[in-house]
Nanobody
Framework: VQLQASGGGLVQAGGSLRLSCAASGRTFSIYGMGWFRQAPGKEREFVAGTRWGGTNSIYTDSVKGRFTISRDNAKNTVYLQMNSLKPEDTAVYYC??????????????????WGQGTLVTVSS
């Protein structure tokens, strides 16, 4: 499975961005998709996850109500719509795919494939 993340950029606080993660290859083996982020000097943290079919989405508390994870079945693409962005959302965002999806899918170790990351910078 190959994952290609895109959509990052520079945005002012309060603005919006939509990240995309296109999956290719053996996508039939994917059961869960997730978005993680890593800010400079910090550990990688979970942002959002969903079943490959787009259900059972989960979010970290800091993005609830602002971010939405969704999937386009026809395009094998998962999106992360980010609204009301804050400077603390600045990070490299990574998409990930896992062969299962469960209540512990907020853990990086639950994912088997990773995209290359896309930088999101939110200015104040």
């Amino acid at each position: 499975v190959q994952l290609q993340a895109s959509g990052g950029g520079l945005v002012q606080a309060g603005g919006s961005l939509r990240l995309s993660c296109a999956a290719s290859g053996r996508t039939f083996s994917i059961y869960g998709m997730g978005w993680f982020r890593q800010a400079p000097g910090k550990e990688r943290e979970f942002v959002a996850g969903t079943r490959w079919g787009g259900t059972n989405s989960i979010y970290t508390d800091s993005v609830k109500g602002r971010f939405t994870i969704s999937r386009d079945n026809a395009k094998n693409t998962v999106y992360l719509q980010m609204n009301s962005l804050k400077p603390e959302d600045t990070a490299v965002y990574y998409c990930a795919a896992g062969k299962d999806y469960s209540g512990s899918s907020y853990l990086p170790g639950r994912y088997d494939y990773w995209g290359q990351g896309t930088l999101v910078t939110v200015s104040s």
